[in-house]
């Protein structure tokens, strides 16, 4: 599967927590790789040990979520991501 970054316009904690609360089919993780679509939001998961400075250099923000892509058919994929967007 692929890895998609994307930075939600609020770009906050709080909207990248709507974001993923909103999923129905992709499932939030503390780590991505998985056959299943998932969904991790990297300055509390896997980057949460770097200062907000650090990760503000690495281009990390609040607002970042990380999507790993699994098997589920591709538009059942993308039509959970547009309405979890819309709650963001």
């Known amino acids: ?3 998609v970054s994307i930075e939600l316009a609020a770009n906050t904690r709080e909207a ?3 974001f993923m609360d909103a999923l129905r089919l992709c499932v939030r993780s503390t780590s991505l790789g ?3 679509t998932s969904a991790l ?3 509390t998961a896997s980057h ?3 200062t907000p400075a650090r990760r503000q250099e690495l281009g990390i923000s609040e607002g970042l979520v990380r999507i790993s892509v699994g ?3 591709i538009g059942d ?3 959970d991501i547009d309405q979890a967007l ?3």
């Open 86 to 88: 819309a709650k963001a």
């Open 48 to 50: 949460r040990d770097m």
């Open 77 to 79: 994929i993308i039509n």
């Open 1 to 3: 599967g692929a890895l």
């Open 41 to 43: 939001h990297p300055a």
């Open 71 to 73: 098997i589920e058919s």
């Open 16 to 18: 990248a927590f709507r």
């Open 34 to 36: 998985d056959v299943f």
